[in-house]
């Protein structure tokens, strides 16, 4: 818990992976951060992740 | 012994790459099609029934019955179609291709590609111009007409002209356009001139008749789309040679008929993988809105199946706004998001606004489902209505459902 706590007495640089509203809200109030877009393979889908899987 | 994809895949891209494809005559289609008959129409995309069909297809089906002397008015082909004496054919299966709704019919003059590489033929349609034209579902006399122009004064012209320039390497050419702002789908102002310049002296010194030549020298260089379909030709050219290697994924083949879209992949030779074509997205011409367009249709497609169209925006500033992107960044983001979903990049086709990196190539089934990036297309739009013509430009993507239901089925095919 202490560097939890020692990260929020920190000024924030952030990456944010994914969802891309988090990182307009975190640019809103101009906090430093970067966007990695990313989605699951195939959507998510487990049986077409599988058929990916095995055509590697 | 279990198949090697990315190896298989590596051959692919080797083949996509390596194919040189040259326009080396005009014929016609009764001569040089497989299973041609007057009673026979080829037409863009997958195979489908009459019932299936949108209304520019039926249109401009009516009209090449017409065109072949079949009938002399509508309700005659109509009813000639209702017998069953009008046999449909995917252009695709005939070693053909044809924007739009892709009418090719018995007595229609052909383009003649050869892929010097590999050795294989590829035909296509010459391009009617804009406004009223069969490839939009026009089937009046003004179409027919021109159409009869063109099998009759402008085929054995341009047959002459070929003969008196030798080959032309449209690999070369396609270079050279798409350096000059052209993706080569939407935008084929740079090639139609390049092209214009390789044949039209040769038109000077061959046509006698000054009406004639005339007209030829008009409608060449009156129409910015007129090597469309020579790009097609040699897209078609370049990809036939990459079916059927064991274990390829990619896909050599992408087309829609206005009511699905298909694809073909390497390792499953010539089947179709079909889903409902989607409604592109982009900007219509004055007094046209959405609820006139026509769904996606067209073998042209081919041309974002070899790296170019959509998937070179990138590298045609110019076309960003007639197909409705936002800016010239978001073209370039286009182009590297089908960098994404590709097996590599092309060696001649470089794009200068990009620093000079290679058309994304060679689709990989495997890379669009897993990253869910679709191919990018760039098409024209067709009034829904038969006749009326292009009602806009856009971009549209190919539905997701063709490449898995490609992927499962590849799957399977090693289980086998």
């Known amino acids: 818990m202490k560097k939890v706590n020692q990260l929020f007495q920190e000024d924030l640089a952030v990456v944010n992976v994914g969802l891309e509203t988090f990182y307009t809200s975190m640019r809103s109030i101009k906090v430093p951060t970067v966007h990695v877009e990313w989605k699951p393979a195939a959507g998510g889908d487990e049986k077409l992740m599988a058929i990916l899987d095995r055509l590697k | 012994m279990r198949v090697d994809i990315n190896r298989a ?28 008959a007057k009673n026979v129409i080829g037409h863009a995309g997958p195979p489908l029934d009459w019932d299936d069909m949108c209304g520019p297809l039926k249109g401009a089906i009516i009209g090449a019955i017409k065109y072949e002397g079949l009938a002399t008015d509508d309700a005659e082909a109509e009813a000639l179609v209702k017998r069953g004496e009008i046999k449909f054919v995917s252009n695709h299966s005939m070693g053909a291709v044809g924007p739009m709704t892709g009418m090719v019919s018995y007595s229609m003059p052909l383009y003649h590609v050869k892929n010097e590489t590999f050795g294989n033929d590829a035909y296509c349609t010459f391009n009617e111009g804009l406004g009223k034209v069969m490839r939009f579902g026009a ?36 270079s050279q356009a798409l350096a000059m702002g052209d993706e080569m789908h939407q935008r084929n102002i740079a090639a139609s001139l390049l092209f214009g310049k390789s044949i039209l002296p040769a038109i000077a010194k061959l046509v006698d008749d000054r009406t004639d030549r005339e007209r030829i020298t008009q409608f060449i260089t009156g129409n910015e789309q007129f090597f469309l379909n020579l790009a097609m030709a040699a897209g078609k050219a370049i990809m036939d040679p990459v079916k059927d290697i064991e274990g390829c994924t990619l896909v050599t083949a992408m087309s829609r008929n206005g009511t699905n879209f298909g694809i073909k992949i390497s390792a499953l030779g010539d089947q179709w993988f079909e889903a409902p074509v989607n409604m592109p997205k982009g900007l219509y011409f004055p007094g046209y809105s959405a609820d006139d367009a026509n769904p996606d249709i067209g073998d042209s497609t081919i041309l974002e199946t070899i790296g170019l169209g959509g998937f070179t925006m990138g590298a045609a500033p110019a076309v960003v706004r007639f197909v409705g992107a936002e800016s010239v960044d978001a073209a370039i983001q286009y182009t590297n998001d089908m960098l994404e979903i590709t097996a590599g990049q092309s060696p001649t086709w470089q794009m200068p606004t990009m620093n000079f990196e290679g058309a994304p190539t060679g689709i990989d089934i495997r890379k669009v489902v897993e990253t869910g990036i679709l191919p990018t297309i760039n098409t024209g739009m067709a009034h829904k209505e038969p006749g009326i013509g292009q009602v806009g430009a856009g971009i549209v993507e190919a539905p997701m459902d063709c490449f898995v239901k490609a992927l499962v089925q590849f799957s399977e095919s090693l289980e086998d």
């Open chain 2, 9 to 36: 895949n590596e051959e692919g891209l080797r083949r996509i790459n390596e194919g040189q494809p040259v326009l080396v005559d005009v014929v016609y289609a009764k001569d040089v099609l497989p299973g041609m």
């Open chain 2, 139 to 174: 089937n009046g006399k003004e179409v027919l007409d021109r159409l009869e122009w063109m099998e009759k004064t402008l085929a054995p012209a341009l047959k002459a002209a070929i003969a008196e320039t030798g080959p032309i390497n449209l690999r070369v050419l396609m």
